[in-house]
């Protein structure tokens, strides 16, 4: 529990916090996984209007980077979400 010592001195939101932990037990090697934030509202009981609020959060903190992946054919695919 060393990775959230210091997530929990910077006083983010307790939804942040679970998001957070969603993301770092569903990460690879890398730090990266992507999850819809369906999927997160949906396994965290949360709405999604929390979860974006939660990874808002996380950016601001620098605890997490998203990036939106595209399709070959120029449709959005997925969220990257790289877990600092």
């Known amino acids: 529990m060393n990775y959230l010592s210091s997530l929990y001195a910077e006083n983010v939101p307790h ?3 679970a ?3 969603y993301l770092k037990d569903r990460a ?6 992507y999850p819809a934030i369906g999927t997160i509202a949906k ?3 949360l709405s999604r209007r ?5 990874i808002a959060d ?6 997490l980077q998203k990036e ?3 399709r070959e054919n120029g449709g959005k695919s997925s969220l990257l979400f790289t877990v600092k």
């Open 15 to 17: 939804r942040a916090v």
């Open 19 to 21: 998001v957070y932990r």
């Open 28 to 33: 690879n090697r890398d730090g990266t996984c």
């Open 43 to 45: 396994d965290l009981k």
């Open 50 to 54: 929390t979860v974006q609020r939660a």
């Open 58 to 63: 996380l950016e601001k903190t620098g605890y």
């Open 68 to 70: 939106q992946r595209w």
